[in-house]
């Protein structure tokens, strides 16, 4: 693949994803409040526990879809249409087992629901057919939906996505026509919810066989795939000890703070993550296809210009991080006092520390991408480590200090496996440089940051102090000047300081004068 089309392929997958994120928070704020004002606290209430159970069912896949996107990279650098056919005959073979060992685990739970949920307004019925509709969405895409992964490897998720999320907001907005005007209530949801899950599994097949005819033309026996594809077999293992740490690292943190603080600093804490999450969740889509354009890549085996291209992403997306950090520092403060009121604010610290753990979350996917394009999942005793320091440092930090304690331990996590180990296993084993050059680079670009921060917050500080029934515009107005200083001030400095940035701005100037 060609440099120009790589890029032009993760510009495609980014705008197309961007476009849909800003559908789904409008489209998602507005059925929220449909759904609790004509289904109820109740039924919404129902459904997430039914998706939370179904969530955790399907941690049996965890590790399988990285596995196979990552031995996908090199047969579609080759055209090897034979390879791919047979990775993607081992995961319909790892799916349909799995799919069927989610309807066995499902058994006890169906039998369960009358104790689980022994008292709801909605009936028995409707929990048993929402379960089922639920598990329904779940086996269809082990059954039918697994070969979308080539596609999201091919870097042509942009032809897809359309068309999934399209018609998720078509069901969406019929469950609200359907609850607004007709009156039909939780069947009326809860059907359509069916049918989107089935016109779901149409779209991707009638997209996968547009694009790759030849993938079903010729069937592969699964017969001996297991033994040949070994290899693939014990990454899918490592990939999934990976998985299932991060899995526990994620959902422990509201239990610790329940434990240690309170159950209403959890609710605290929500708020600001609520916020945190979709910051997150936009930087990702931003930088959505990034994952197989490295892959494919690091197929070429060109180590020298695989590691500028390294370079260049870990400059771009550290400068980019740091900008929505210290927008979000800026901003989240006043954006929570007009959204929920003054009293649900966090200290200085704590937003610091926020700020902090979402900046590693962030910054971490570059080398986490190279790490996945070279298939260095052996270290499966890191996530391991990650995740019991992360329990650990939680619970001791978080006896003594609550919330910010909590919030050290994993931080301090962070630092030892993230920002340490993984670096310096992608360079060794990966990139084949020195991780040194990577200690020294992050340490510069975190210290410039760092500075002009500083001296941002000061600029409107001296210029503009707030008190309580001051104007919000002009404190916006000032947040804003703050947040442009910074971004030019950082943006000169590592273009003077960093070849990566120097890269990167010619790498935008190529793009914005459509020379790709």
Same mark, same amino acid.
């Given at each position: ?77 080759? =055209? ?7 990775? +993607? ?63 999201? !490897? ?20 019929? =469950? ?11 069947? $009326? ?18 997209? *996968? ?5 030849? +993938? ?34 994620? =959902? ?12 209403? *600093? ?6 600001? *993550? ?14 959505? $296809? ?67 753990? *979402? ?34 440092? !939680? ?54 940051? /760092? ?21 919000? /515009? ?43």
């Amino acid at each position: 693949m060609m440099e120009g089309s790589r890029t032009k392929r993760t510009i495609q997958n980014s705008q197309m994803s961007l476009l849909l994120f800003l559908i789904q928070v409008l489209i998602g704020f507005y059925s929220r409040k449909v759904f609790l004002d004509h289904l109820g606290d109740e039924v919404i209430g129902l459904n997430t526990t039914l998706g939370n159970i179904l969530g955790f069912l399907n941690l049996a896949e965890l590790g399988i879809g990285i596995a196979m996107a990552t031995s996908l990279y090199q047969p579609i650098h080759d =055209q090897d249409r034979h390879t791919i056919r047979e990775i +993607l005959g081992v995961q319909g073979f790892l799916y349909k087992r799995i799919a069927l060992l989610l309807c066995l685990l499902s058994i006890p739970i169906i039998i369960a629901l009358p104790f689980i949920f022994p008292s709801t307004a909605c009936g028995i019925a409707y929990v048993y057919v929402a379960y089922i509709v639920f598990l329904s969405g779940s086996i269809f895409g082990y059954l039918w939906n697994y070969r979308q992964v080539l596609i999201q !490897a091919d870097q042509k998720n942009y032809k897809l996505m359309p068309w999934v999320h399209g018609l998720r907001y078509v069901k969406i907005l019929l =469950q609200i026509f359907v609850l607004i005007f007709f009156s039909w209530g939780i069947w $009326g949801w809860i059907i359509i919810e069916f049918i989107g899950n089935v016109a779901t599994v149409l779209a991707i097949n009638y997209v *996968m066989r547009k694009e790759y005819p030849w +993938l079903y033309a010729e069937k592969t026996s699964t017969k001996d795939l297991i033994h040949r594809y070994h290899g693939l077999i014990v990454k899918t293992k490592q990939v999934f000890v990976h998985k299932i740490a991060l899995f526990v690292i994620e =959902q422990t943190a509201p239990l610790i703070i329940y434990a240690f603080v309170s159950l209403t *600093m959890v609710t605290f804490y929500g708020n600001y *993550m609520i916020l945190i999450g979709y910051v997150v969740t936009l930087m990702n889509v931003v930088f959505e $296809g990034m994952g197989a354009s490295i892959g494919n890549l690091v197929a070429e085996k060109n180590r020298a210009h695989t590691l500028d291209v390294f370079w260049e992403l870990f400059t771009s997306r550290i400068w980019i991080a740091g900008i929505a950090c210290y927008g979000l520092y800026l901003f989240i403060g006043p954006f929570i006092t007009l959204w929920i009121g003054s009293r649900y604010l966090l200290g200085e610290t704590t937003l610091l520390l926020l700020v902090a753990t *979402m900046f590693i979350r962030i910054t971490r996917s570059v080398v986490d991408s190279f790490k996945n394009a070279y298939q260095l999942f052996a270290d499966v005793w890191a996530p391991i480590a990650e995740a019991a320091i992360h329990l650990g440092g !939680a619970i001791l930090l978080g006896y003594f200090w609550g919330l910010n304690g909590i919030l050290l331990g994993g931080i301090l996590s962070q630092i030892i496996i993230v920002l340490i180990w993984k670096p310096y296993y992608t360079f060794r084993k990966g990139l084949g440089a020195s991780p040194l050059s990577y200690y020294l680079q992050f340490v510069v670009h975190c210290a410039v940051l /760092l500075v002009f921060a500083c001296l941002a917050k000061a600029l409107y500080q001296h210029f503009y102090v707030w008190q309580d029934g001051s104007d919000w /515009l002009m404190l916006v107005v000032w947040l804003t000047v703050s947040l442009l200083f910074f971004i030019v001030t950082t943006f000169i400095t590592l273009y003077i300081l960093t070849a990566g940035m120097r890269m990167f701005a010619r790498r935008m100037i190529r793009i914005t004068t459509h020379k790709l």
